[in-house]
T-cell receptor, first 116, second 112 residues
Framework: DADVTQTPRNRITKTGKRIMLECSQT?????MYWYRQDPGLGLRLIYY???????NKGEISDGYSVSRQAQAKFSLSLESAIPNQTALYFC???????????????FGPGTRLTVL | DAKTTQPPSMDCAEGRAANLPCNHS???????VYWYRQIHSQGPQYIIH???NNETNEMASLIITEDRKSSTLILPHATLRDTAVYYC?????????????FGSGTRLLVRP
């Protein structure tokens, strides 16, 4: 099931380089999210977007920026990568269903980023 | 957001029920209990959610205590493929921010 895709899947880069991680979805969802996961820890929210004109910071947005180019696309950028940004990055999408309170988030396969 | 407490690890035998507990003693009246799991380095997968009634779907059952301060996720017949980290998350159902706050979860090992 490739409803949420992420590119690249793996990336090794050097300190100071600019990196962009891309996320695309075919689920037709309005809401998109970027998380990072460090070894042995749960996911932490970096940025989220409720629609193309709405961008919000999450818990750990410093050092990151995002762009919501279209409903289906949400990119995460590291303007100047540093080694402590080495992590697994996940994109997710969700749809709003107020009546049920449901907020199932559908996650992509992840991008493993290593900053040397 | 209400915080949750889960044991760091558990194990069970294949074919047996796996019962994963979660404490959420500060849960508010409008907050739902969600369960996700993450199979080794894959993206997390939604399992089930509930407000106050017990819930069941094709993957699992969710039992929420009457005072809503704790819940149990039940995998009725665990298989080796259920080995994963299970996250219990509490969040407002009508919260417009719709964020999920992941803790450290419970690492479930299903033994052959």
């Amino acid at each position: 099931d490739a409803d949420v895709t992420q590119t690249p899947r793996n990336r090794i880069t050097k300190t100071g380089k600019r990196i962009m991680l891309e996320c695309s979805q075919t689920k037709g969802h309005d809401r998109m999210y970027w998380y990072r996961q460090d070894p042995g820890l749960g996911l932490r929210l970096i940025y989220y977007s409720f629609d193309v004109k709405d961008i919000n910071k999450g818990e750990i947005s410093d050092g990151y920026s995002v762009s919501r180019q279209a409903q289906a696309k949400f990119s995460l950028s590291l303007e100047s990568a540093i080694p402590n940004q080495t992590a697994l990055y996940f994109c997710a999408t969700s749809d709003l269903r107020l009546t049920s309170g449901s907020n199932e988030q559908f996650f992509g396969p992840g991008t493993r980023l290593t900053v040397l | 957001d209400a915080k949750t407490t889960q044991p760091p690890s558990m194990d069970c035998a294949e074919g047996r029920a796996a019962n994963l507990p979660c404490n959420h003693s500060t849960i508010s009246g409008n907050e739902y209990v969600y369960w996700y799991r993450q199979i080794h380095s894959q993206g997390p997968q939604y399992i089930i959610h509930g407000l106050k009634n017990n819930e069941t779907n094709e993957m699992a059952s969710l039992i929420i205590t009457e005072d809503r301060k704790s819940s149990t996720l039940i995998l009725p017949h665990a298989t080796l493929r259920d080995t994963a980290v299970y996250y219990c998350i509490v969040r407002p159902g009508m919260d417009s921010s719709y964020k999920l706050i992941f803790g450290s979860g419970t690492r479930l090992l299903v033994r052959p």
